[in-house]
């Protein structure tokens, strides 16, 4: 029944259990399990040398975690929301802050479903982008089909799918295939997280046919 507050998770970390075999320079973990508001978080794996070296391999399986509950939001001025579930190979050595941002490595394939992006509605952003058509959003809204007038109205962006296909480098998130559907658009590229909250992404957004005739017809 243990317990933590850590700085980046929104909530705290409970019902923490663990079963292992413990001995003067390893530690086996048979089974640990975390509670992250509904979502739970399990693992198995090893630290070598304990004392020393501090070698480890994990392999960790989580469901149904949150994604407001693990990261703190309030000072962003856009908001996520979504449930993700996935597993994971981790390896390293060290546990310090400087330790995991060097050289935490591994794999994991992660899905995030029921996902909204508050305050920013993607696809007008995306639209509005297109420099050499200035309010390109505009221009074309009046025309367009009422299912696509209402998505422009919206101040946020459902999400209906997300994969993630990670490789973890030196304490990097490398993300490759990435694919993100919603409703009046898909993105598919590739992008990287550091652990100092540092992130980039780049590909390309695919707007679904009627919208692109659309579009053509308007401008």
């Known amino acids: 029944n ?3 507050r850590l700085k980046e998770p929104a909530l705290p ?3 923490i259990q663990m079963r292992a075999n413990i001995s003067k320079k390893d530690i086996l973990v048979k089974q640990a399990s975390l509670d992250i508001g509904e979502g739970t978080i399990k693992a198995s794996g090893a630290i070598n040398d304990y004392p020393g070296a501090q070698e480890y391999h994990f392999d960790v399986d989580a469901q149904n975690l949150k994604i407001q509950d693990l990261i703190a939001q309030s000072a962003s001025p856009i908001k996520t929301e979504g449930i ?6 981790l ?5 310090t802050p400087q330790a995991l941002k060097s050289g935490l490595s591994g794999n994991a394939n992660i899905e995030i479903v029921q996902t909204k992006l508050k305050n920013i509605n993607i696809l007008r952003t995306a639209l509005d982008k297109i420099s050499i058509i ?3 959003a505009e221009k074309i809204e009046a025309g367009l089909p009422e299912n696509f007038q209402h998505k422009l109205s919206l101040s946020d962006t459902t999400i209906s799918d997300i994969k993630l296909p990670i490789t973890l480098e030196n304490g990097t998130a490398l ?3 990435l694919l993100v ?3 009046e658009f898909t ?3 590739d992008a990287q997280a550091g652990l100092d909250s540092s992130y980039s992404a780049q590909g390309i957004l695919f707007i679904p046919q009627a919208l692109a005739e659309s579009i053509a017809a308007q401008v």
């Open 2 to 4: 243990g317990a933590a």
């Open 13 to 15: 970390i409970k019902n």
């Open 84 to 89: 993700a579930s996935g597993n994971m190979q």
């Open 91 to 95: 390896n390293g050595r060290g546990f």
């Open 134 to 136: 200035p309010g390109l």
């Open 175 to 177: 993300i490759t295939n």
């Open 181 to 183: 559907k919603a409703d």
């Open 187 to 189: 993105f598919n590229g």
